[in-house]
């Protein structure tokens, strides 16, 4: 592939938040311009006026920005061939539509929603399925039917939609990147609307047009599309043009395998489907995206990148740079791909581990506010011991809270059941042992207690004493942190609750 040659494009509705599905498709249009030193496009596809929902281009252009994948060209970004809103370019596609119409390769329809609900109902009543297409026009409302007197006529006082003609009686041969060779009959095709009633082109001309005029090289799309790529190839070929690659990715689904996911049901998933927070319009109701969660975008990205594609490694931590270098349409699974929370989030874990400086800040901040003060090498040392323990940073506190401030409650199951005389005792003579410790290392204590009799309860309530809970880090290495004073002033707190209690 000659490397200035590679156009892509990504061309969301603005209907809303973007979800997985086509964050994902931007992220391998991304990855496959960049590889090939290509041009990354950002289209709006506005068509649909119905379906517009405020704040969706912010949105995009938002997401777009988080994950480190900007256009280069386009919406927000210019370029060339603007405007890159397709309802600014109506002009444009009434010129190739009337080229259409010349050729006889599209024609005028006045039906009704009406006449064709009732022919629908005829339809279905026979047990058939109505399409619109060329085994039926001739028995409809449109041009084909008509003199040329009438059409002007029909014109004058009618609305009308402009159809696209097909010629049944061909194997249409398709060729897919990621699916391989598709052939589909034109027999069972039908007749796309390719001008609204309302003079508004289709999406299905517009984006032929578009990626046409845009010198778009491959299409990478989601799945969806795959149905309609029949008809854009025959567009282009009415209007003599190459058709681009085409590539169409699969399917994300729901990791119980019932269906894709979709903005219709983020209710009833147990995990975010949105890049970034969305704010309904007109509500309050704010949805958190995975930014807002606590992942970075470096490996959101790594995930969504894996999400249907695999390089064939053994590994599968990558940062951006190396996704562009191993990326190919090729490897690109044909079948649906099940979404996993439990991977991303181990995902997260393995890009926090480039992050310690951000953390550090986080929990420089976190005991700042409680005004702690604490010297900067025993921040780091506290980060190098927990850091494994996290998926997110916003966790470091509730793993490494002990190392500041002594508990002032404790596990209340485990407290209750060791609230006797006995207790106290052990606690009395394993003081008395750390007390007498020259070198209060991990090394030595851990020695230390080799030679201890019940050692596993003396460490479980010496846990308890120093954290409050039963969790946290190696024990010995609590201690060390924390230091012979502040260790013992600990154990002693315990000892006097127990005291209270019984």
Not at 144 to 168: A, G, H, N, W
Not at 187 to 209: E, F, M, P, Q, R
Not at 298 to 319: C, D, H, Q, T
Not at 389 to 415: A, C, K, L
Request: some cysteine.
């Amino acid at each position: 592939m000659s490397s200035h040659s590679v156009r892509v494009r990504f061309a969301p509705s603005p209907t809303g938040p973007l979800h997985l599905g086509g964050i994902r498709t931007a992220l391998y249009n991304y990855l496959f311009a960049k590889k090939y030193g290509g041009t990354f496009i950002l289209r709006i596809e506005d068509t649909d006026r119905k379906r517009f929902v405020e704040n969706s281009e912010l949105y995009i252009l938002e997401t777009l920005k988080w994950c480190q994948i900007e256009p280069d060209e386009g919406v927000g970004y210019g370029g060339p061939y603007s405007p890159y809103y397709q309802s600014q370019r109506n002009n444009i596609y009434r010129m190739y539509i009337n080229k259409l119409l010349k050729q006889g390769d599209a024609y005028y329809a006045f039906d009704t929603d009406q006449e064709i609900d009732k022919k629908r109902k005829e339809y279905n009543n026979r047990g058939l399925v109505f399409s619109y297409n060329s085994r039926i026009r001739m028995d409809l409302n449109n041009s084909l039917t008509m003199t040329k007197e009438q059409l002007y006529d029909k014109l004058r006082s009618c609305s009308y939609v402009i159809r696209f003609k097909i010629k049944p009686g061909e194997k249409l041969k398709m060729h897919d990147i990621i699916r391989g060779n598709i052939i589909v009959d034109t027999n069972h095709l039908d007749d796309k609307i390719l001008l609204k009633s309302d003079g508004v082109a289709t999406y299905h001309l517009a984006n032929t047009i578009d990626d046409h005029l845009m010198k778009i090289t491959h299409v990478i799309r989601g799945e969806e599309w795959l149905p309609s790529t029949s008809l854009h190839i025959l567009l282009y070929r009415s209007l003599g043009w190459t058709p681009p690659n085409f590539a169409h990715l699969p399917l994300i689904l729901k990791n119980n395998g019932k269906g894709k996911i979709s903005k219709r049901n983020t209710d009833s998933l147990n995990f975010p489907i949105y890049p970034i927070q969305w704010k309904v319009p007109k509500s309050q109701i704010i949805i958190p995206g995975y930014r807002e969660l606590g992942y970075l975008p470096e490996a959101f990205v790594n995930m969504l990148a894996l999400l249907g594609w695999n390089p064939g490694l053994k590994r599968e931590i990558f940062s951006l740079q190396e996704l562009i270098h191993f990326f190919s349409l090729e490897k690109i699974k044909k079948s649906g791909v099940y979404f996993d929370i439990k991977k991303t989030n181990w995902f997260n874990k393995k890009h926090l581990n480039k992050k310690k400086e951000e953390i550090f800040s986080f929990l420089f901040k976190e005991i700042k506010t409680r005004s702690i003060l604490c010297k900067k090498d025993y921040l780091w040392k506290i980060i190098h011991l927990t850091i494994d323990r996290i998926h997110f940073i916003h966790e470091i506190w509730e793993h490494s809270f002990y190392f500041f401030v002594p508990p002032n409650s404790y596990e209340e199951n485990f407290f209750n059941k060791i609230c006797h005389e006995n207790t106290i005792l052990q606690l009395e003579n394993a003081k008395i042992l750390l007390y007498d410790m020259n070198q209060f290392t991990s090394v030595n204590l851990r020695f230390l207690f080799h030679t201890i009799k019940n050692k596993h309860k003396i460490m479980q309530l010496f846990r308890l004493a120093l954290v409050g809970f039963l969790k946290g880090i190696d024990i010995f290495l609590i201690l060390e942190m924390l230091g012979k004073k502040e260790s013992i002033r600990r154990i002693e707190k315990l000892i006097n609750r127990i005291k209270e209690k019984i």
